[in-house]
Every structure is written in structure tokens, then in C-alpha cells.
């Protein structure tokens, strides 16, 4: 009588048990899918680390144009760097701006200069923290019609030569040269990052490999530096060179310098040598007649 008792409280709970295996036959703790709902958080790799965009597609001389984008993360102390670059892949501005809180940035930059002159297609280069988390965009700029006004004119310590240069986020306060390592010193102070162009005389400084033109190396604070040679005719060599701000002193090393006693020099001074020698042998003949 006990066992039949048993088995009828039993059955039904067995009976329960397997139409609810039947029914739910995995049971997992965690839910497949950890993207949807409230079990995870959502991760679209899809979406761009670094977005850049302008407000408009073309500018003319005097407008201002506002650059700005977004990043898919947000890392403390990351800044971002805005490369831009005019239609002969020179280099026109470089900055670093700080990315806010909601992971956006933007600048406002109002072309204008030299480095401007240039009409036609610019590019936008941003990075933020390294290549891979890169984006770009471009448009069109008229070119700078900058005013016919007198060049920036700086004396080289020592010489009577005067360089040309134009420079942004940034004041030019002393040049000299350096006969020994055959370079141009040009001491700088920064406001932030920037750009310097200088017009190099071929009879001040050049770099040459036989007779043909070779490259400058620059410096920027000892360290070697990227630049770029805009223009070349026969009397000089125009650089344009980026620097961070902070440097303080740029280099650029040829293989002639001034002051140097090259070839034209050594004969103008031995033509002048030996007039002095024949002048003084003939007042000593003469003053030998005379005795």
C-alpha cells in the first residue's frame, strides 16, 4: 500500500519533469548574444575610428574655414593631429588639437600667405594616435592673393646677406651661420604648431653633389626633420619646414657654406697677391736706379 502511495506522487512529478525537457531542451546561463539587449554593451566596428569633414566644399581668399569630426573612442590625452596640404603636396599648416569629453573637436583656420598661393584642391589629413586610426577629406581654395607688400627680410649674423622667409605660429629672432658644420642656424620661438618657409641663397648656403643640386638635412632641435623644397632656380632654394611647438632652434645643413675660400675666391685672391708682388718689385727697381 506504502510503495503504491510512492509511485502516485511520484509519476506526476517525473511526468511534469519530462515535458519540460522536451520544452526547454539547453538551458545556458548566459544569453548568446552578449550585442543585444541588456546583458552587453554594443560594439560597432563598422563605425570609423576618426571622422573629418569642412563646413563647406570650396573657399575663396579670406574666408575662414572650419574643420571638424568625431572619434569612435575616447582616450584621455590623446590629441589630435590636422595635417593640411596644398595642391603640390606641401605642407601648409600642422596642429594638434584636444579631443572633448563627447569625442569631438574642431578648428578654425583662415588660409592666407605664401604657402597659400596655390589654387586648386587641399587635403585634410587627421590622425589620432597612430595611422590606423586616420581619416581625410579635401577641398577647393581660390589660392591667396596676398598683398604686394615688402617680403620678411632677415640679416644672417656675420654676412651681408638677408633670407626671405614667411613663418606661422611663430617669430624668426636670430640666423648664423656655422662654417664648421657648413649649416644655417635659425634661432625660433613657437606659439604652436607651424610652418617655416625660407628662401635660401644658393651664394649663402646650397647643397650640392658634383654639379648637380643635392638635399638639405634639417634639424629641428638636433632631432632630424621632415621638409619639403618648394622652389629652385638658379640664385636660390625655397624650404618649407614644419615643426611642434616648443622648438627652438632649426639647422639646415648643406655642403657649402659662407664664409669658405672656394675656387672663385682662392684665384681672386691670388690675382691679387701677385699684383701686390709685381707693384712692390717695381718700386724696388726703381728705388735701386736711383742709388
Given at each position: 500500500m506504502l510503495i503504491f502511495e510512492i509511485k502516485r506522487f511520484i509519476l506526476p512529478i517525473l511526468l511534469c519533469a519530462s515535458i519540460?525537457?522536451?520544452?526547454?531542451?539547453?538551458?545556458?546561463?548566459?544569453?548568446?548574444?552578449l550585442t543585444s539587449g541588456n546583458y552587453g554593451i554594443t560594439i560597432n566596428s563598422s563605425v570609423s575610428p576618426i571622422t573629418v569633414t569642412t563646413d563647406r566644399q570650396s573657399y575663396d581668399d579670406g574666408s575662414k574655414i572650419l574643420i571638424s569630426g568625431s572619434t569612435r573612442d575616447y582616450v584621455p590625452n590623446t590629441p589630435i593631429t590636422v595635417i593640411i596640404r596644398n595642391p603640390l603636396g606641401n605642407v601648409v599648416m600642422i596642429a594638434q588639437l584636444p579631443l572633448s569629453t563627447d569625442k569631438t573637436y574642431s578648428t578654425m583656420v583662415t588660409p592666407g600667405g605664401t604657402l597659400w598661393h596655390a589654387g586648386g584642391t587641399y587635403e585634410v589629413d587627421v590622425t589620432f594616435g597612430n595611422v590606423a586610426k586616420s581619416a581625410k577629406t579635401t577641398f577647393k581654395f581660390s589660392g591667396s592673393k596676398f598683398p604686394q607688400i615688402s617680403p620678411n627680410l632677415f640679416s644672417v649674423d656675420g654676412t651681408n646677406f638677408t633670407v626671405q622667409y614667411d613663418m606661422t605660429n611663430g617669430n624668426v629672432l636670430g640666423m648664423k651661420t656655422d662654417s664648421q658644420s657648413k649649416s644655417l642656424l635659425v634661432?625660433?620661438?613657437?606659439?604652436?604648431?607651424?610652418?617655416?618657409?625660407?628662401?635660401?641663397?644658393?651664394?649663402?648656403?646650397?647643397?650640392?653633389?658634383?654639379?648637380?643640386?643635392?638635399?638639405?638635412?634639417?634639424?629641428?632641435?638636433?632631432?632630424e626633420a621632415d621638409f619639403s623644397e618648394t622652389n629652385t632656380t638658379s640664385t636660390d632654394r625655397t624650404l618649407s619646414i614644419p615643426f611642434v611647438a616648443g622648438t627652438e632652434e632649426i639647422e639646415i645643413m648643406g655642403t657649402q657654406i659662407l664664409p669658405e675660400f672656394g675656387p672663385p675666391?682662392?684665384?681672386?685672391?691670388?690675382?691679387?697677391?701677385?699684383?701686390?708682388?709685381?707693384?712692390?718689385?717695381?718700386?724696388?727697381s726703381r728705388f735701386i736706379l736711383c742709388l
Open positions: 519540460m525537457v522536451q520544452a526547454f531542451p539547453y538551458a545556458s546561463p548566459f544569453p548568446e548574444n634661432a625660433i620661438q613657437t606659439t604652436n604648431d607651424g610652418v617655416l618657409t625660407l628662401v635660401l641663397p644658393r651664394a649663402l648656403i646650397d647643397a650640392k653633389a658634383g654639379n648637380q643640386d643635392n638635399a638639405y638635412f634639417v634639424l629641428l632641435d638636433e632631432q675666391v682662392s684665384l681672386i685672391f691670388a690675382i691679387a697677391l701677385l699684383s701686390i708682388i709685381v707693384v712692390t718689385s717695381k718700386i724696388w
